[in-house]
């Protein structure tokens, strides 16, 4: 993460970074803090499941099923806050309770204009929720290994610096760039129509900039030439749904 330019994370994203790593120098296990981070973000998952299947339909056993899963969750993150917190006189645990934010209620911290990319990988799928002031759809692309490597691939292409114009190496980025506009971005390109977009990424997407996926044909003569992403809407990161600052207070994309 830190190996981008700061400038291009939001400062939410940042906020996060210097959380752990404050919890890193109180030696918190990392075990516990990823262990927590993924039951907070199955937790979220579910209540945003949740609502939507109240929404579609009305089906008791699906819904109980949902809430038996979240109370499970509750139930582990607690019993993993309490192990913190009786072990450390720091208390490093994500303070988390049932009484969480609502679809309503993020949709409230929105404004007419912005709209939420929300990632979440299971097994072999990755759930991508698009949430604006008024609107919410969900959507299920495959997401297997050959993705991983591939992303991988995006990433460390990105990381090392380009010594001047590589023909092969530039069509190896824009093939790669396309396809994950295409994965990650097309599904919702419409609704998104050039508003300013807040990520909230998952997993391996955390180190994916999102700035540099392509739009469009892969053919080009210099990088400059690339129909990017960030050209056609601001993007910003949050870390989780739970966390998407009001409307005013969401940082200017650079």
């Not at 720091?90 to 929105?110: C, N, R, Y």
């Not at 994950?180 to 391996?204: C, G």
Request: aromatic share 10%.
């Amino acid at each position: 993460l830190v190996s981008f330019s700061q400038r291009e994370k939001s400062f939410a994203l940042q906020a996060a970074i210097n959380r752990r790593i404050e919890r890193l120098r109180h030696n918190i296990r990392p075990e516990w803090m990823q262990e927590e981070v993924r039951l907070v973000k199955e937790y979220s998952y579910l209540m945003a499941s949740l609502q939507a299947k109240r929404q579609e339909l009305h089906n008791d056993s699906i819904i109980n099923l949902l809430l038996g899963k979240q109370k499970l969750i509750m139930n582990q993150l607690d019993s993993l806050q309490k192990k913190i917190k009786e072990q450390y006189r720091v208390d490093g645990a994500v303070s988390h309770s049932q009484t969480t934010k609502t679809l309503k209620q993020i949709q409230q911290k929105l404004d007419a204009r912005q709209v939420v990319l929300d990632y979440y990988f299971y097994d072999d799928e990755c759930t991508i929720t698009f949430i604006d002031h008024c609107e919410f759809k969900v959507a299920t692309i495959q997401w297997k290994d050959q993705d991983r490597e591939q992303l991988k691939l995006l990433i460390d292409e990105v990381r090392t610096p380009f010594m001047g114009l590589d023909a092969g190496r530039m069509g190896r980025f824009s093939e790669l760039a396309v396809h994950f506009y295409q994965k990650l971005i097309l599904p919702f390109e419409s609704m998104i129509n050039h508003r300013p977009l807040i990520i909230v990424p998952h997993r391996e997407l955390f180190f994916l900039p999102f700035e540099v996926l392509i739009k469009g044909s892969k053919e080009a003569v210099s990088f400059k030439d690339f129909n990017y992403l960030v050209q056609n809407c601001p993007i910003s990161y949050c870390t989780s749904l739970l966390l998407i600052p009001e409307s005013h207070t969401v940082p200017l994309p650079v």
